[in-house]
Structures are given as C-alpha cells and as structure tokens.
C-alpha cells in the first residue's frame, strides 16, 4: 500500500478487536515515533496493552471499545508550534500504521489519562492520544467539503496544489470541522490557516501532512 493508498482508505475506527499488534509492527511503530521525535522535539510514546485509558464512561459515551493501544501525544508546553507539530507527525505514524494493516482514530476528550502508562517529564503535557489496533470495521468515510470551501487560489489551479487539497480533505478532523484553508501565492508558496473550531490547530497540522504528501515536496514551500 502506498502512502496516497493509505490517505484514501483509513478511516477512523473505534471499535477494536483483542487482536494484539505484532511484534514487528511494534518495533517497526516505536522506530518511526523515535525518528518523528528527534526530527519535531516531541515526545509521543506508544503505549501497548493498556486498557484503563478507555474503559472510563466517557469512554463508552463516546462508542470507543476493545482499546487496548495507543499513541500519546505529548511536547513541550512552552513549544508555540506544539498543536501543529503533534497533527503532523501524529498523522505521519498514523497512515504508515495503515499501510500496516493497522486502524487508528484521533481522541481528544473521551479517555482516562493514565500517568503510569507514559511519561510526562516536566514542561510537558498531554494534548491528546491516538487509538491503535486492529479494528472490527474499516471504518467509513465521512461528508466532506469542496475545493472551493477550503482553498483560494488566483488563477488556474496547479495539479499538484489540487492534489495536495484533494488529500487535506480526506484527514480526520475534530468532529470532522474541516476548519482550515489553503492559499496559493505567487511563486508556488502555499499558506495554510486554521480557522476557529476545536483542536482545530492539531487538525492543521495533520491536513499539512496530508497536503504535502499528494502535493509533492518539491512542488511548492510553505508560507
């Protein structure tokens, strides 16, 4: 599966098998959080065999079951570019967990914080995890916007700048708010602005990682 095959197909999952995660898959997932970490600052850890982070009732309000693993998200607090960088490479682990076989799901509120699980040094905090494990579904796709709603862009559109939109469009968003937008300036620059919604600037940072995967690195330098 490629990368664009992964961004088409994950959907979000919350209802989990007791399948555990191989221990291949394991190595091969803690290997890219190291990497995203050294290149980011970041702290994310991936916690393996770990019920009680869901299995509160909010939990269940929120339909999750069978979470056994997850990612934590976690940066340092005095990082202004925390948010964005936690979507990015969060939503970087998450799509080659799909190329995997694996299912995910962003969560925001609706888990129990578990302190013994993971480790949050001093400055740090946890902004959110990432449910991970095989799912009983593949999940299913969600409404999504137009090009038009989300982008501006003077003149015709480049392939590549329709492409990389087309892609933003496709990542999870916080009760699927889509509150961002994409400008292309002069100069193939591309600006990328969250608009106000609910984690709405973790949500940037995974729509970029999504927009410069299909738009091409090479293509364009962000604004």
Not at 14 to 22: A, G, W
Not at 38 to 61: M, N, T
Not at 120 to 130: F, S
Not at 141 to 148: F, P, R
Request: with cysteine.
């Amino acid at each position: 599966m490629t990368i664009l095959e992964a961004i088409e197909q994950r959907h979000s999952v919350r209802r989990y098998t007791l399948q555990p995660i191989e221990a291949d898959k394991v190595i091969a997932l803690k290997e890219l959080v190291d990497q995203c970490n050294r290149e980011s600052g970041l702290h994310i850890q991936l916690v393996i065999d770990e019920p009680k982070a869901f299995s509160s009732p909010l939990v269940h309000y929120g339909t999750f079951s069978g979470v056994m693993n997850y990612l934590a998200m976690i940066g340092p607090s005095d990082d202004p570019l925390l948010d964005e960088k936690l979507g990015y490479y969060g939503e970087k682990i998450v799509l080659e967990a799909q190329r995997m076989g694996l299912n995910t799901c962003w969560v925001a509120l609706t888990f129990r914080k578990n302190r013994k699980a993971y480790t949050v040094n001093a400055g740090e905090k946890l902004r959110c995890v990432v449910a991970i494990g095989y799912g009983q579904s593949q999940g299913a796709g969600h409404k999504i916007k137009t090009i038009d709603q989300v982008s501006q862009c003077d003149g015709p559109m480049p392939d590549w700048f329709r492409r990389g939109v087309e892609a933003a469009l496709l990542a999870p968003t916080a009760i699927n708010q889509q509150k961002f937008i994409f400008t292309l300036h002069e100069g193939n620059r591309v600006e990328a602005r969250a608009r106000w919604g609910f984690y709405e600037i973790i949500d940037l940072g995974i729509v970029k990682y999504h927009f410069e995967v299909a738009a091409g690195k090479d293509n364009f330098t962000w604004l």
